[in-house]
Nanobody, 126 residues
Protein backbone atom coordinates (compact mmCIF):
# COMPACT_ATOMS: atom_id res chain seq x y z
CA UNK A 1 0.00 0.00 0.00
CA UNK A 2 1.33 3.41 -0.99
CA UNK A 3 1.71 5.84 1.85
CA UNK A 4 2.97 9.42 2.07
CA UNK A 5 3.56 10.88 5.51
CA UNK A 6 4.28 14.57 6.02
CA UNK A 7 6.00 16.01 9.06
CA UNK A 8 7.65 19.22 10.21
CA UNK A 9 4.68 21.54 10.40
CA UNK A 10 4.02 23.79 13.36
CA UNK A 11 3.60 27.32 14.64
CA UNK A 12 6.21 29.91 13.71
CA UNK A 13 6.44 33.68 13.79
CA UNK A 14 6.54 35.70 10.60
CA UNK A 15 10.04 35.71 9.17
CA UNK A 16 10.82 32.30 10.60
CA UNK A 17 11.57 28.99 8.90
CA UNK A 18 10.23 25.47 8.81
CA UNK A 19 11.32 22.35 6.96
CA UNK A 20 8.64 19.93 5.86
CA UNK A 21 9.41 16.31 5.06
CA UNK A 22 7.38 13.77 3.15
CA UNK A 23 8.37 10.13 3.51
CA UNK A 24 7.05 7.70 0.93
CA UNK A 25 6.60 3.98 1.42
CA UNK A 26 5.03 1.09 -0.44
CA UNK A 27 6.93 1.62 -3.66
CA UNK A 28 9.87 3.54 -4.99
CA UNK A 29 9.15 7.08 -6.09
CA UNK A 30 12.41 7.66 -7.88
CA UNK A 31 10.50 7.70 -11.20
CA UNK A 32 7.76 10.07 -10.03
CA UNK A 33 7.47 13.80 -9.85
CA UNK A 34 6.81 15.05 -6.34
CA UNK A 35 4.81 18.10 -5.39
CA UNK A 36 3.77 20.18 -2.42
CA UNK A 37 0.33 21.76 -2.24
CA UNK A 38 -1.39 23.79 0.45
CA UNK A 39 -4.93 24.55 1.43
CA UNK A 40 -6.01 27.41 3.64
CA UNK A 41 -9.47 27.51 5.28
CA UNK A 42 -12.14 28.43 2.76
CA UNK A 43 -9.72 28.28 -0.17
CA UNK A 44 -8.95 25.77 -2.86
CA UNK A 45 -5.91 23.56 -2.71
CA UNK A 46 -3.06 25.29 -4.52
CA UNK A 47 0.24 24.16 -5.99
CA UNK A 48 3.30 25.35 -4.07
CA UNK A 49 6.34 23.57 -5.52
CA UNK A 50 7.27 20.53 -7.56
CA UNK A 51 10.36 18.55 -8.47
CA UNK A 52 10.94 16.24 -11.41
CA UNK A 53 12.42 12.78 -11.18
CA UNK A 54 14.90 13.17 -14.04
CA UNK A 55 17.83 15.56 -13.95
CA UNK A 56 16.44 17.64 -11.15
CA UNK A 57 14.14 20.42 -12.22
CA UNK A 58 12.03 22.46 -9.86
CA UNK A 59 9.01 24.69 -10.25
CA UNK A 60 7.45 27.12 -7.78
CA UNK A 61 4.35 29.19 -7.60
CA UNK A 62 5.21 32.89 -7.78
CA UNK A 63 4.29 33.69 -4.19
CA UNK A 64 6.99 31.39 -2.75
CA UNK A 65 9.83 31.90 -5.24
CA UNK A 66 13.03 32.89 -3.47
CA UNK A 67 11.65 31.78 -0.09
CA UNK A 68 10.86 28.06 -0.47
CA UNK A 69 13.12 25.28 -1.76
CA UNK A 70 11.99 21.80 -2.73
CA UNK A 71 14.44 18.91 -2.79
CA UNK A 72 14.36 15.13 -2.81
CA UNK A 73 16.45 12.23 -1.59
CA UNK A 74 15.55 9.22 -3.72
CA UNK A 75 17.64 6.88 -1.57
CA UNK A 76 15.41 7.79 1.37
CA UNK A 77 12.19 8.07 -0.68
CA UNK A 78 11.75 11.50 0.87
CA UNK A 79 10.96 14.97 -0.44
CA UNK A 80 11.55 18.17 1.51
CA UNK A 81 10.22 21.70 1.49
CA UNK A 82 12.45 24.27 3.14
CA UNK A 83 10.38 27.35 3.92
CA UNK A 84 12.13 30.58 4.85
CA UNK A 85 10.89 34.12 5.44
CA UNK A 86 7.46 32.77 6.25
CA UNK A 87 4.47 35.08 6.07
CA UNK A 88 1.03 34.85 7.70
CA UNK A 89 -0.45 34.17 4.26
CA UNK A 90 1.57 30.94 4.12
CA UNK A 91 -0.66 29.54 6.85
CA UNK A 92 -2.33 26.39 5.53
CA UNK A 93 -2.36 22.62 5.64
CA UNK A 94 0.51 21.43 3.46
CA UNK A 95 0.22 18.21 1.46
CA UNK A 96 2.77 16.25 -0.50
CA UNK A 97 1.80 14.23 -3.54
CA UNK A 98 3.34 12.09 -6.23
CA UNK A 99 2.66 11.86 -9.96
CA UNK A 100 3.74 9.16 -12.41
CA UNK A 101 4.81 11.36 -15.31
CA UNK A 102 7.72 11.80 -17.67
CA UNK A 103 11.09 12.62 -16.23
CA UNK A 104 11.06 16.28 -17.22
CA UNK A 105 7.47 17.14 -16.38
CA UNK A 106 6.31 18.79 -13.17
CA UNK A 107 2.51 18.87 -12.90
CA UNK A 108 0.93 21.90 -11.26
CA UNK A 109 -2.65 20.62 -11.21
CA UNK A 110 -3.80 18.53 -8.27
CA UNK A 111 -5.69 16.21 -10.63
CA UNK A 112 -2.41 15.01 -12.12
CA UNK A 113 -1.18 13.65 -8.80
CA UNK A 114 -2.32 10.19 -7.80
CA UNK A 115 -1.10 9.70 -4.23
CA UNK A 116 -1.44 12.17 -1.37
CA UNK A 117 -0.33 12.49 2.22
CA UNK A 118 -2.62 13.40 5.10
CA UNK A 119 -1.24 16.92 5.43
CA UNK A 120 0.64 18.89 8.07
CA UNK A 121 -0.49 22.21 9.54
CA UNK A 122 1.70 25.27 9.14
CA UNK A 123 0.66 28.36 11.08
CA UNK A 124 2.54 31.64 10.74
CA UNK A 125 1.75 34.30 13.32
CA UNK A 126 2.19 38.00 12.66
Amino acid sequence: QVQLVESGGGLVQAGGSLRLSCAASGRTFSNSAMGWFRQAPGKEREFVAGISWGITRTYYTDSVKGRFTISRDNAKNTVYLQMNSLKPEDTAVYYCATAAVGQWYIPARAAEYNYWGQGTQVTVSS
